[in-house]
């Protein structure tokens, strides 16, 4: 089991930029592929980004390409997502997530592929 916590939401204007972390902890973190999550008042949980294991494949949401970044340091445990150009509509709580069944290339683009994820850091974006 990997236990994850999140950091580095807040409140921005729209057209400004945040960077979240997830600090993951237990299981050896370079055997998950890792994904950004978000969820909105009244809306679906979604996968916004992903990347696998081996750092060499990436996935984003319609919504989040060109704007956001994923990357993440295995030696250091650490998941972030660069957010850029953010509009009203990012507003959500943002968890990062872990797939244990995924291989080396696979940046898993689906919510169903996870199976652990953190409590969540709010962003909330003004207009």
């Known amino acids: 089991q990997v236990q994850l916590v999140e950091s580095g939401g807040g409140l921005v204007q729209a057209g400004g930029s945040l960077r979240l972390s997830c600090a993951a902890s237990?299981?050896?973190?370079?055997?998950?592929?890792m994904g950004w999550l978000r969820q909105a008042p009244g809306k679906e949980r979604e996968v916004v980004a992903a990347?696998?294991?081996?750092?060499?494949?990436?996935y984003y949401a319609d919504s989040a390409k060109g704007r956001f970044t994923i990357s993440r340091d295995n030696a250091k445990n650490m998941v972030y997502l660069q957010m850029s150009s953010l509009k009203p509509e990012d507003t959500a709580v943002y968890s990062c997530?872990?797939?244990?069944?995924?291989?080396?290339?696979?940046?898993?683009?689906?919510?169903?592929?996870?199976?652990?994820w953190g409590q969540g850091t709010q962003v909330t974006v003004s207009s």
């Open positions: 997530a872990a797939d244990h069944l995924a291989s080396s290339w696979t940046a898993s683009e689906n919510l169903e592929e996870y199976d652990y």
């Open positions: 237990g299981r050896t973190f370079s055997n998950y592929a």
């Open positions: 990347i696998s294991r081996n750092h060499g494949r990436t």
